[in-house]
């Protein structure tokens, strides 16, 4: 099982925003991420059940800044925030979040 990152905390240097094309760009407050997926706190916005999202993570690697984007369902919704699954993340999008969410537990 994957260890989720909880990527909220100020160390953990990961600015996430979701893209939902009726409503454009979504704010994205506290957040767990996963090597499949991540639950996103999207306020008071509810997306339909499996919507299609495009996600973009964007941290620093190795002292660059990496930008990520990739295309996501929504698997669930609760009051808390809304469970994304990622859908055909690339072999370097799962290496970073890989070293990102490996980082964060060491």
Avoid: W
């Avoid at 979504?26 to 639950?39: H, I």
């Avoid at 990739?70 to 070293?99: I, P």
Wanted: charged share 25%; with cysteine; net charge positive.
């Amino acid at each position: 099982m994957d260890r989720p990152l909880r990527t909220d905390a100020p160390s953990h240097d990961v600015a996430v925003t979701l893209h939902y094309g009726p409503l454009g760009v979504l704010p994205v407050g506290r957040r767990n991420l996963r090597l499949d997926g991540m639950f996103a706190d999207t306020g008071a916005v509810t997306l339909p059940h499996q919507c299609e999202v495009e996600v973009t993570l964007a941290f620093r690697r190795n002292n660059e800044l990496q930008v990520h984007k990739l295309h996501a369902r929504v698997m669930g919704r609760s009051r808390h925030g809304t469970n994304l699954t990622f859908q055909n993340c690339g072999r370097d999008t799962y290496r970073a979040l890989r070293e990102v969410i490996d980082r964060a537990h060491d």
